[in-house]
């Protein structure tokens, strides 16, 4: 019996992460502010600034699914 080729491996669904999409996580966290534009940018944009106040060097990064991690 003759075998049945391999599938290749199919992509993921997740968006790309912030180095893949050439922009720092800052800059898509910049962006998501803006795009949320109601009280969720507001709020998101004060817990940056509570959590980058209390540790300044806070490494930002973007996870799966467009969120922003300290």
Request: aromatic share 6%; hydrophobic share 40%; charged share 30%.
């Amino acid at each position: 019996m003759a075998r049945k080729p391999r599938k290749s491996a199919t992509r993921s669904k997740s968006p790309p992460k912030a180095g893949a999409t050439g922009k720092p996580a800052s800059r898509l966290i910049d962006q998501r502010i803006l795009d949320l534009g109601d009280w969720r940018g507001e709020t998101l944009a004060r817990m940056r600034a509570l959590i980058l106040a209390a540790v300044p060097e806070m490494t930002e990064e973007w996870k799966w699914m467009g969120t922003p991690v300290w």
